[in-house]
Antibody, heavy 120, light 111 residues
Framework: EMQVVESGGGLVQPGGSLRLSCSAS????????MHWVRQAPGKGLQYVST????????YYAGSVKGRFTISRDNSKNMLYLQMTSLRAEDTAVYYC?????????????WGRGTLVTVSS | QSVLTQPPSVSGAPGQRVTISCTGS?????????VHWYQHLPGTAPKLLIY???NRQPGVPDRFSASKSGTSASLAISRLQPEDEADYYC???????????FGGGTKLTVL
């Protein structure tokens, strides 16, 4: 069974940093692009970032560009999201998801998410 | 403000049919990019229902169907059941933003 599980969320002060992790199993991780999507409290799903299958290409939503860095370790089947200069509006549940293609593809499966709270 | 526009809510009685629209523009749906649909229950992982505009994921009941035309797409749910009550999202790609985009989500209430 294809599965992804997020971890690393928590409470962080504005301006702080946090690294999220996503562990993948049940598929050949190195064959697929991977994505991060978030959902702020009471809001809808918002695209965050994508990394290509070999990690060589990365893409970001404008709201996180320059502050967040997506990466992956194919030897460990792990996806990461390094978040810096965090703001209150970054408070959200962060989901990782497998993607079929970088451009125009769908996301499946998703994890259950990890909650990031940015507050003093 | 989401790039793809969905109605905030729809409702229907058990057994009825509802549709959820997803309106985009010439830089996303109108440019020919595929539309995908997800079902999301609070506290759970979002679930892919429909991929590439009209293809049901294995295991998704045939009560769920979707289509795309021009700059819009729609998801139809027939023979509504209480367990269909959830949030539904459309997703596509936007060439102006160079990233994937989601609709704002539609809350389906089964009366």
């Amino acid at each position: 069974e294809m599965q992804v599980v997020e971890s690393g969320g928590g409470l962080v002060q504005p301006g702080g940093s946090l690294r999220l992790s996503c562990s993948a199993s049940g598929f050949t991780f190195s064959n697929y692009p991977m994505h991060w999507v978030r959902q702020a409290p009471g809001k809808g799903l918002q695209y965050v970032s994508t990394v290509s299958s070999n990690g060589g290409s990365t893409y970001y939503a404008g709201s996180v560009k320059g502050r967040f860095t997506i990466s992956r370790d194919n030897s460990k089947n792990m996806l990461y999201l390094q978040m810096t200069s965090l703001r209150a509006e970054d408070t959200a549940v962060y989901y990782c998801a497998l993607g079929g293609t970088i451009i125009g593809g769908w996301f499946d499966p998703w994890g259950r998410g990890t909650l990031v709270t940015v507050s003093s | 403000q989401s790039v793809l526009t969905q109605p905030p809510s729809v409702s229907g009685a058990p057994g009825q049919r509802v549709t959820i629209s997803c309106t985009g523009s010439s830089s996303n749906i109108g440019a020919g990019y595929d539309v995908h649909w997800y079902q999301h229950l609070p506290g759970t992982a979002p679930k892919l229902l429909i991929y590439r505009n009209s293809n049901r994921q294995p295991g998704v009941p045939d009560r769920f169907s979707a289509s795309k035309s021009g700059t819009s797409a729609s998801l139809a749910i027939s023979r509504l059941q209480p367990e269909d009550e959830a949030d539904y999202y459309c997703q596509s790609y936007d060439s102006s933003l160079s990233v994937s985009v989601f609709g704002g989500g539609t809350k389906l209430t089964v009366l």
